[in-house]
């Protein structure tokens, strides 16, 4: 299976290991992760004024060459997937919207047919959910992760605007708590898995992300979990930066340790 990655700035700095072990991990699932070879940042954030388009064409362009190519577009980092996907929702919803864009695009040098929102688009964990399945990957493990106690952090940008996004149950996601017992590991319920750790607000009020930070991974640590995992590179430098006392880890080491391409277990 063949689809269209669009990996970010992120993981080619602070979050490298989130992108390696996803393209490894891809490659003994049947997966080919195809990197796109002209992408630029996603923007960061969704601007949500409708007649703010600049910051959007990168993931227009990202989404009209996956259509090109008949292929998925697919991204790990919660950020940039929460740009695309909320991009191609606007182009597909407002009309307006998707003619401003299409007249920006066409002023490329190698534009395509207008587009309309034809992409499907993906995060890595809906790709091992709807398209590998749980039970494959329960099958392809070598190591499980037995005896771990693992507390999944959604965040949120995974699941909001859950109309738009449709990832999973905002008030109660079973996705990433159904990869982790794929994994053999046990997942942990708390209350703060899909509260804000206050990532975006550190420069501004670094006492209040530090506080909402403390919420989320004490929460976590008091209902008996080992670890924290999550999908977000944000997420993980704010919770690890304000002294989380349980280890921070991405969801795709945990997959890497337990389909044997990362031999030493480094997250405990």
């Given at each position: ?9 992120t ?5 490298k ?36 388009i ?46 401003a ?93 899909n ?74």
């Amino acid at each position: 299976m063949k689809v269209n990655y669009f990996p970010g700035c992120t993981l080619r700095t602070k979050a490298k290991d989130l992108d390696f072990y996803a393209r490894e991990c891809a490659k003994i699932l049947g997966i080919e992760l195809v990197e796109l070879p002209d992408w630029q940042c996603c923007g960061g954030v969704f601007v949500t004024s409708s007649d703010e388009i600049a910051s959007k064409l990168s993931c227009a362009r990202a989404l009209v060459a996956s259509r090109d190519d008949n292929r998925a577009l697919v991204s790990v980092c919660s950020a940039c997937h929460n740009v695309i996907k909320q991009t191609n929702h606007a182009i597909k919803n407002d009309a307006k919207f998707a003619d401003a864009v299409n007249r920006y695009l066409a002023q490329d040098e190698e534009h395509s047919d207008p587009y309309f929102g034809e992409t499907e688009v993906l995060h890595y964990l809906e790709l091992l959910r709807d398209k590998v399945g749980f039970d494959k990957i329960r099958e392809a493990v070598k190591n499980p992760l037995t005896g771990k106690k693992i507390a999944a952090y959604y965040g949120c940008l995974l699941l909001r605007p859950g109309k738009v996004m449709a990832f999973d149950d905002v008030e109660n996601p079973q996705i990433m708590e159904d990869f982790i017992r794929a994994l053999g590991a046990e997942p942990v319920i708390y209350p703060a898995r899909n509260e804000c750790c206050g990532g975006y607000i550190a420069l501004e009020d670094a006492a209040s992300a530090k506080k909402k930070s403390d919420t989320v991974s004490h929460s976590a640590a008091n209902h008996g979990a080992d670890m924290i995992v999550t999908a977000c590179p944000l997420c993980k430098y704010n919770l690890t930066k304000n002294e989380s006392p349980l280890p921070v880890v991405y969801f795709t080491e945990l997959l890497a340790l337990a389909l044997g391409v990362k031999e030493n277990d480094d997250a405990e």
